[in-house]
C-alpha cells in the first residue's frame, strides 16, 4: 500500500522509509527497491549477546554479525544508519554520566561500508556539535533552529548561516513548518549535505512523509 501510494504520487525520488522495525525496511525492499531505506534502531533493540534473533530486526541475529548493526542492515540494502544518539536517550554530552553510543569510530566504520549515520533525536546544541564533529551526516531533531547556532555547522554550509542560499533554504524550511500542520510530534531530519536542507516528518502510524523541496 504505501509504495503503491508513493509510485502513484510520483514521489519516488522525494520519499525515505525509516522504521524501527527491520522487518518492514526488508519487505518495503522487495516492494520497491528504488526507496532509500534508513534502519532506525536503540541499542537495546538489537539484544547484543542475547539467545536468538530479536523481534525488531526482521529474523536478523544481530550476534551473527558480530554485534555490528552496519553489517546487519547492509544485508537488505539499508542506505542509513539511525541509532540513539547515546545513554540515556534524553541525556546530552554535558551530563554526568552520560555515554555516546554514536561515536567517530561508528561514523568511520559506516562510511566504510558507504552507509551514513543520522541519530536521533538530539534537541540541545552541545550534543549536536559533538555529533557533527564526530562526521555524522545528519541529525533527528525537534528543533533545527538549534543546530544552525552549531559553529560545526558553519563550516560544513548548514542551512541558516549567511550564505546565497539561505534565503532558498529559510523558504524551504517555512513551507515545511507550514505543510506539516496539524502532525504531532514532527521529528525533523536535517540532511547536512552542502546548501540542502530536507525536512522529513514522521507521523503516527508511518514511516516518512518527506517534504518535497
Not at 503503491?4 to 520497491?32: H, P
Not at 569510530?105 to 552507509?115: D, E, L, N, P, T
Request: charged fraction near 20%; hydrophobic fraction near 35%.
Amino acid at each position: 500500500m504505501t509504495a503503491s501510494e508513493i509510485r502513484r504520487a510520483g514521489l519516488l525520488r522525494q520519499v525515505t522509509i525509516q522504521s524501527f522495525d527491520w522487518g518492514a525496511l526488508k519487505r518495503m525492499r522487495q516492494e520497491e527497491p528504488r526507496l532509500p531505506l534508513v534502519a532506525l534502531t536503540n541499542y537495546d533493540f538489537l539484544q547484543v549477546g542475547q539467545p536468538g534473533a530479536s523481534p525488531w530486526l526482521g529474523g536478523l541475529d544481530i550476534d551473527t554479525f558480530g554485534g555490528d548493526p552496519i553489517r546487519a542492515i547492509r544485508t537488505f540494502g539499508a542506505s542509513a544508519f539511525s541509532p540513539v544518539h547515546g545513554f540515556p536517550q534524553n541525556g546530552t554530552v554535558a551530563d554526568p554520566g552520560y555515554q555516546p553510543y554514536v561515536t567517530r569510530a561508528m561514523v568511520r566504520h559506516a562510511h566504510a561500508y558507504g552507509i551514513k549515520v543520522i541519530p536521533w533525536t538530539v534537541d540541545d546544541t552541545p550534543t549536536m556539535a559533538e555529533l557533527l564533529d564526530d562526521g555524522v551526516d545528519g541529525l533527528i531533531t525537534d528543533y533545527p533552529d538549534r543546530l544552525r547556532t552549531c559553529s560545526p555547522c558553519a563550516a560544513i554550509g548548514c542551512p541558516g548561516h549567511t550564505t546565497s542560499a539561505d534565503a532558498r533554504d529559510d523558504q524551504h524550511l517555512a513551507r515545511a513548518d507550514e505543510a506539516v500542520g496539524s502532525l504531532e510530534p514532527a521529528e525533523r531530519v536535517l540532511d547536512l549535505g552542502p546548501r540542502r536542507a530536507s525536512l522529513l516528518f514522521r507521523q503516527p502510524g508511518q514511516h516518512l512523509v518527506e517534504s518535497p523541496e
